[in-house]
Each structure stands twice: as structure tokens, then as C-alpha cells.
């Protein structure tokens, strides 16, 4: 007996969660005791990449060796982790074998599923992993699912999921009937997290009653995606979900003139990022604000969220700045109570007439407690710009870069 084999099979998972899946298969070779260890952990993940001939064909009976003693052994598997990089669109030949992987582990019991494939041609089988009704989490990258012709919405009503508490879907293909079916399958979600799904044109959070955690992005690369949230999304979502605590919207439109943020007690942290038509946030027990954007906003928080401990506002892209556009970020900032942080970054910016701003004085003063600056045009900086930025933003601390 090897001195290795005196640890705890616990001291042995937590030593090879920290290893990669090669590390870890080639420790289990030590004893018998490392290889029982490994073959009974409750978290799998595994990664294989693809080339343009091919792909690691070893490494793939490897991850086939292994699902299959779980699925001969029928030994429980907590979390399963898969990534697949396919750089070629012309080999789908790993699909059967990711078939059969997530076969095994939807067998022996998942609860926590995460699945990434660089080609999101393959149709992952989500009605058949909801079924059983015990998985907790699923995070899907890359996958497509378009609801199939063999599945009408009527049969997919009748499925039902009320384990599934976090669901996390990135560059999936699926379209407004599919999720509006997947979230009718899973009212109890509390964390839904949706990114880059191209073929969504609107968005719609209907009976998740749990939610606690939102997160909507719509962009990719600076290329905007025509998706925009449905009218009257915010005010239902905020009226309907007494536990939702976190809200996170990028590149997100509305059709509205304007829409708000208000009377929600349980709100806590709002991110938002380059979207249109924010003008109001009244949320008393917010604590956590982000802002950021490329140009200066109408957005208003009111002065009663006196909870709000962390404020950021961050602006990018500038350009051409003149003493009218310091006068509107002055009254922009004075519209919040206090900013605990402000960062503008500057393109270009032209020369500055501090007489012209003057004509602002009327508005009131702001309270910034750090100001972030950064410069990156190789001319010359503009004379007179810190004296703007003093007046604008009145900052107790002042970074250039």
C-alpha cells in the first residue's frame, strides 16, 4: 500500500476536482484506491477539441471507457460538465457519442448539467433531461433547440419540471414559442440567464413566480441583435416576482418611448448596459446600480433609494466633447443622490470654453466619490478638460490615465 493510499475517499475527490480530466485519469493509474476514488466522483467534466481533420480520438475513448463503468456500475453522477469544440461544420460525428454521454448521465441521476459545443447544430434533447423532474441546474452554450415536429407545444405542456432552479442559456438556437414552452415546463426557476440567442425576437418572463435572478444580453462582438423585451416586461416582471433580487439587461430595446424601474421592495443589484428607453429607477431597497453606455442618459434615480451603497456609472466611446456635453453630464449625475464611481473614456475631445459653462450653473452640484478618466487619443489632451471634469462631476478623487 502506497502512502497516496491512506487518504480519505473524500481527501481524494477534493484532490481531483482540482485536476483536469487528463491529470485526474492518469492519477487513478497510482492504485486501485485513486481509480475507485475517481470512478465515484460525483462531478464529471470533460473537454475535447476538434481539429479541421479530426478530433482527439483518444481522449474520446477515454471519456467512453469512463461513462461507461458509470453506466455499467450505476454509480450516481451529481454534476456533468461537457465541452465540445468542433472546428469543422462538415464533422458531426461526435453527435452519437454526446448522445450517448448525456444518455449515461441522465441515467444515473444528474442533477446539475453543463453542456458547451462550438457548433450549435446539435439538437439537444432538453424535454427528455426534464422529464424525470430532478435535474437543479442547466447551462447550455451553443446548442439548438428548435422545438421539434414530433413534439407539438400542446405535448411539451404536459411536461413538467418544478426541480429546475437555474436556467442558463448562450448562443442556443431556439425561437419565442420555444422558450415561452420551456419556461411553462419550469415555473420554480429563480436564476434565468439568456445571451446571444439570435432567432429571439421578443422576450417574455410569464409565471415565474420564484424569480430571483435575471439576466438579458443581446450582444456579441459590438454586432446588435433586433431583440427587444415586450411591452410592459419590466412592470409585470417586477409586479409579479416579489422574490426577484437581481436584474442584469444588455443591449436590450423596447418599443416604448420610455420605461421604468419602480416599486419593487426586493430589488438589489441593476446592471445596465447600452439600452434605450430607461428614464426612471425607484427601487427603495436598491443597493447596487451599474450603468454603462456610450452616450449620456435621460435615466433618473430617485432620490428615496437610500439604500444604494454602490454606484457606478460608465461611459465609453466619447468623442468630440465640447462644454454643452459636460453641462448635460453635470445634470445627469445631479439627478442621483451621490455615484460611489464614474469612468468616461475618451476618444477625442475638442477644446472646452469654460465660459460656456457658466451657463449650467443652475443645476445642482454632484456628489462623485472617485472619478476615472482615461484618454486615448495620441494628441495633445484638451486644455481646460480637468477644469471641466472638476465642474461636471465634482469627484473628492481624481484618476487620469
Known amino acids: 500500500m502506497t502512502s497516496m493510499d491512506v487518504l480519505s475517499e473524500c481527501v481524494i475527490h477534493k484532490i481531483l476536482s482540482y485536476l483536469s480530466f487528463q491529470e485526474a485519469a492518469k492519477l487513478s493509474l497510482v492504485s486501485k484506491t485513486w481509480l475507485q476514488a475517481w470512478l465515484t466522483h460525483p462531478?464529471?467534466?470533460?473537454?475535447l477539441l476538434s481539429s479541421k481533420h479530426g478530433y482527439n480520438i483518444h481522449d474520446s475513448k477515454i471519456v467512453d471507457q469512463v461513462m461507461e463503468r458509470y453506466r455499467q456500475t450505476k454509480i450516481p453522477i451529481e454534476n456533468f460538465q461537457?465541452?465540445?469544440?468542433?472546428?469543422?461544420?462538415h464533422r458531426p460525428f461526435v453527435?452519437?457519442?454526446?448522445?450517448?454521454?448525456?444518455?449515461i448521465a441522465l441515467q444515473n441521476g444528474v442533477k446539475d448539467l453543463s453542456c458547451e459545443v462550438s457548433l450549435p447544430s446539435y439538437p439537444f434533447p432538453i424535454f427528455t433531461f426534464l422529464a424525470p423532474k430532478s435535474l437543479r441546474e442547466l447551462v447550455l452554450l451553443g446548442y439548438n433547440l428548435i422545438l421539434d415536429h414530433s413534439l407539438s407545444i400542446t405535448t411539451t405542456q404536459v411536461i413538467s419540471c418544478h426541480?429546475?432552479?437555474?436556467?442558463?442559456?448562450?448562443?442556443?438556437?431556439?425561437?419565442?414559442?420555444?422558450?415561452?414552452?420551456?419556461?411553462?415546463?419550469c415555473p420554480l426557476i429563480d436564476d434565468f440567464i439568456i445571451e446571444h440567442c439570435r432567432l429571439l425576437t421578443k422576450i417574455e418572463l410569464r409565471n415565474l413566480q420564484n424569480i430571483k435572478s435575471v439576466s438579458i444580453s443581446c450582444c456579441k462582438n459590438q454586432s446588435l441583435i433586433d431583440m427587444r423585451i415586450s411591452e410592459g416586461f419590466l412592470q409585470r416582471l417586477i409586479s409579479t416576482s416579489q422574490f426577484l433580487e437581481r436584474l442584469t439587461l444588455d443591449y436590450v430595446s423596447t418599443r416604448l418611448e420610455r420605461f421604468k424601474i419602480c416599486g419593487s421592495p426586493s430589488v438589489k443589484l441593476l446592471a445596465i448596459e447600452n439600452c434605450k428607453g430607461l428614464q426612471e429607477i425607484d427601487?427603495?431597497?436598491?443597493?447596487?446600480?451599474?450603468?454603462?453606455?456610450?452616450?449620456?442618459?435621460?435615466?433618473k434615480v430617485a432620490k428615496r433609494c437610500r439604500q444604494l451603497k454602490?454606484?457606478?456609472?460608465?461611459?465609453?466611446?466619447?468623442?468630440i466633447l465640447n462644454a454643452e456635453?459636460?453641462?448635460?453630464?453635470?445634470?445627469?449625475?445631479?439627478?442621483?443622490?451621490?455615484?460611489?464611481?464614474?469612468?468616461?473614456?475618451?476618444?477625442?475631445?475638442s477644446e472646452i470654453n469654460l465660459k460656456d459653462l457658466v451657463l449650467h450653473h443652475t443645476v445642482a452640484t454632484p456628489k462623485v466619490n472617485e472619478l476615472v478618466v482615461c484618454i486615448e487619443s495620441s494628441d495633445k489632451c484638451p486644455t481646460l478638460l480637468v477644469d471641466a471634469l472638476l465642474w461636471s462631476c465634482h469627484p473628492k478623487r481624481l484618476i487620469l490615465k
Do not use: H
Open 82 to 89: 461537457l465541452s465540445v469544440t468542433i472546428l469543422s461544420p
Open 95 to 103: 453527435f452519437p457519442q454526446m448522445d450517448k454521454w448525456l444518455g
Open 163 to 185: 426541480s429546475l432552479r437555474k436556467l442558463s442559456l448562450t448562443e442556443v438556437g431556439l425561437d419565442d414559442n420555444m422558450l415561452r414552452a420551456l419556461l411553462n415546463c
Open 43 to 47: 462531478s464529471l467534466e470533460f473537454t
Open 283 to 299: 427601487a427603495p431597497n436598491l443597493v447596487s446600480l451599474e450603468y454603462n453606455g456610450d452616450e449620456i442618459s435621460e435615466l
Open 310 to 319: 454602490k454606484s457606478q456609472l460608465c461611459l465609453d466611446s466619447l468623442k
Open 325 to 349: 456635453w459636460f453641462g448635460e453630464l453635470r445634470k445627469f449625475l445631479s439627478k442621483s443622490s451621490s455615484w460611489s464611481l464614474v469612468s468616461l473614456t475618451f476618444e477625442e475631445c
